[in-house]
Nanobody, 119 residues
Framework: QVQLVESGGGLVQAGGSLRLSCAASRRTSTTAWFRQGAGIEREFVAAINQDNNLWYADSVKDRFTISRDNVKAMVYLQMNSLKPEDTAVYYC????????????????WGQGTQVTVSS
């Protein structure tokens, strides 16, 4: 069992940047970020495993960077060149049981943090 708490969301103008943080109650192996916009199904954003292998959704490649601090049990999502379509509630997830990129591949989820990108 692990508890996750996201932070760092907020309102930003298009082209701006935000860094999201995911604080875990203990060190994890694989941690991922997902997002869910209004009227849109929750979708994969990025993942990182214990070996620092990385996975990114095509929609965020070259703009977002996932990283981790194992000592602090923190995972980050640096978001640059933000677009209005990035507006969503962002969730971190861990406890991988399946695909790195599937919502069904993780057992534990945070409460989410709102990211709003204005034009």
């Amino acid at each position: 069992q692990v508890q996750l708490v996201e932070s760092g969301g907020g309102l930003v103008q298009a082209g701006g940047s935000l860094r999201l943080s995911c604080a875990a109650s203990r060190r994890t192996s694989t941690t991922a970020w997902f997002r869910q916009g209004a009227g849109i199904e929750r979708e994969f954003v990025a993942a990182i495993n214990q070996d620092n292998n990385l996975w990114y959704a095509d929609s965020v490649k070259d703009r977002f960077t996932i990283s981790r601090d194992n000592v602090k049990a923190m995972v980050y999502l640096q978001m640059n060149s933000l677009k209005p379509e990035d507006t969503a509630v962002y969730y971190c997830a861990t406890g991988r049981t399946g695909s790195y990129t599937s919502i069904f591949g993780y057992d534990y989820w945070g409460q989410g943090t709102q990211v709003t990108v204005s034009s």
